[in-house]
Each structure stands twice: as structure tokens, then as C-alpha cells.
């Protein structure tokens, strides 16, 4: 090859690179890329690395508000619902899984930071998952016995608690408790079983007065338990017949109530109510119950 072409071709691959170089820089194609310098390459691809973090970013917080405005929408939703009373009566599940409509209870208690008396009679029970529910009854503030006693709607104070029992009630009514409804228990059962406050025969008055009693009376008085009608006549017949008459007509629920219904501590905080079911009602596993007030707000929910 001469000089003269050796030349030329030279100039012609001078040309070629001035002219490629032009077009790289007014170009913003993508294809200009492949004449970028390194150091313009690596800025490229770091900008866009960092673009794809801040976008990740940015979808992650749209995640984080969009949770939490999904999270306050669900509440106002349950604050809508939910009745004022909700935040100050507690609601219990207890035995709801027995089989027994006997031995099956809920319960719930009136919070003592709640003020005055709440109205129960008339709040629905009801299970989401059966659809299968009921009200909450009437009851004997004070039962007497002998007599009809009549029922009333059930008003719960600060610090009440209510057994809610599937089943019939052993006396035939719901009733609250006092100090004497322990004598209920000697010929009947209850679930749970029923507080023995009765007072003991050895303090009563009489007991203590002096010479009242003799001796052999004070010794039979002496071992009769809490909330128990003797029935042996064998063992009280030979004893002094105040004795006996105040062992007949004071050991026993209708003499309990007469003498102590007016006691500063004579009713109790417990209200045992009976819905009157022949068969279970709630679920053993896989329940909701949920308890509704008179507005039909809801006042507790149960899950297990």
C-alpha cells in the first residue's frame, strides 16, 4: 500500500471518530450509551440504583398509611357498634363448652368504676357462628319461701357479677344471692356451686346470750355447719324446747332471711340467671358469642 492510500485511509477513520464523537454528544438516545466514558456509565447506573430504592421506599410507606388507615376505619367501625357500655362490663366464656345446659355458663361483671345500675334484663345473647341466642330474663331481687315470688326486671351495680346458666334454675326462678341462699344447696345442686355465708347457729343472739341455752344445746349448736337444716329429730328430741324451737324456725332459709334481711351485708354481688334451656346452646369449639344491649350495641364478644 503507498503512503498517498495509507494517508486517506487515516483521514477517513479520523473522520469517522470526530463524527461519532459529535453525535454522542447531541444525542439522548440509548444508544449513545455504548460511547459514554466509564465514569459517566458508573454515575448512571448508581442514579438508577438510587431511584429504585427510593421508589421501594415511597411503596412502602404508602403500605404503612394505607394499613393504618384501614386499622382506624376497623375501629370506628367497632366504636360504632359498641355500646357504652363496653368498657365497663366484662364478658366471660366460664363453662360455655360443657354439654349440660346444667353446668354451661357465661358470665359477666359490672367494672366499679361504672356509676349507678345498669338494666340486663332484656340484653341478647347471640352466637355468630349457630345463630342460636337468647335474652336475659327477669329475677327475684329477694326470694321468699312458701310464697310466688314475682319477678322483676335485673338491675346490676359497680362490682356485680352475673352467672348466666343455660339451663332451668333449681328453685324455678333467677334470683340474686344473699346471705342466706346457701341453704338453697343442701337439697338442690348448683353450678358453680353456691357461696355458704349463712351464720353459724353458735353465733347467732340467741346462742350468745348468757344462760339462754344450757349447755347440751350449746353443744349440739356447736357443730351444726354453715347454711344446714338439721334433720335428725332423734338427735334434737331430748333437747330443752327453746332449743328445739329455735332450731325449727331459725335454721333454715325462710328463718335466716327474717332475722337478717335488713343486715348491712345481706345481698350478695353475685346474680345467678337461668335462660330455661333444655339442651346446649353455645358451641364446645369455634364459637363467637356475642352480647348485645337493648339498642342492639354490642356490649362484649366471646371467641374460642
Not at 40 to 68: C, G, H, M, P, Y
Amino acid at each position: 500500500m503507498d503512503g498517498k492510500k495509507l494517508v486517506f485511509i487515516i483521514i477517513v477513520v479520523l473522520a469517522l471518530a470526530w463524527f461519532a464523537g459529535g453525535k454522542q454528544e447531541n444525542s439522548s438516545s440509548s444508544s449513545g450509551s455504548l460511547f459514554r466514558p466509564p465514569q459517566a456509565f458508573n454515575t448512571a447506573q448508581s442514579q438508577s440504583s438510587n431511584n429504585k430504592v427510593n421508589l421501594e421506599n415511597e411503596i412502602k410507606k404508602a403500605n404503612r398509611e394505607a394499613d393504618a388507615i384501614a386499622k382506624r376505619i376497623t375501629q370506628l367501625q367497632i366504636e360504632k357498634e359498641s355500646s357504652p357500655l363496653a368498657k365497663n362490663i366484662s364478658f366471660f366464656s366460664s363453662n360455655a363448652q360443657s354439654t349440660d345446659p346444667g353446668s354451661e355458663y357465661l358470665t359477666l361483671s359490672l367494672n366499679n368504676s361504672h356509676t349507678g345500675k345498669t338494666l340486663i334484663t332484656g340484653f341478647e345473647l347471640r352466637s355468630t357462628a349457630s345463630s342460636r341466642g337468647t335474652t336475659i330474663p327477669k329475677g327475684v331481687e329477694l326470694p321468699f319461701a312458701g310464697v310466688i315470688n314475682e319477678e322483676t326486671p335485673i338491675f346490676i351495680k359497680p362490682g356485680d357479677q352475673v352467672i348466666i346458666v343455660t339451663g332451668r334454675s333449681p328453685v324455678g326462678y333467677s334470683f340474686r344471692e344473699n346471705k342466706c341462699t346457701g341453704y338453697f344447696s343442701q337439697f338442690q345442686k348448683f353450678i358453680p356451686a353456691l357461696r355458704k355465708s349463712c351464720p353459724l347457729a353458735k353465733d347467732e343472739d340467741e346462742a350468745l346470750l348468757p344462760n339462754y341455752f344450757d349447755d347440751k344445746c350449746l353443744d349440739y349448736l356447736q357443730n351444726i355447719p354453715r347454711c344446714i337444716v338439721p334433720l335428725s329429730n332423734f338427735e334434737t328430741a331430748f333437747l330443752q324446747s327453746q332449743c328445739k324451737t329455735f332450731i325449727e324456725e331459725r335454721l333454715n332459709y325462710k328463718g335466716c332471711v327474717e332475722k337478717h334481711k335488713n343486715d348491712a351485708d345481706f345481698y350478695k354481688n353475685i346474680w345467678r340467671v337461668y335462660l330455661g334451656r333444655n339442651e346446649e346452646l353455645w358451641k364446645q369449639k369455634r364459637e363467637t358469642i356475642k352480647l348485645y344491649d337493648l339498642n342492639k350495641k354490642t356490649v362484649g364478644t366471646i371467641t374460642y
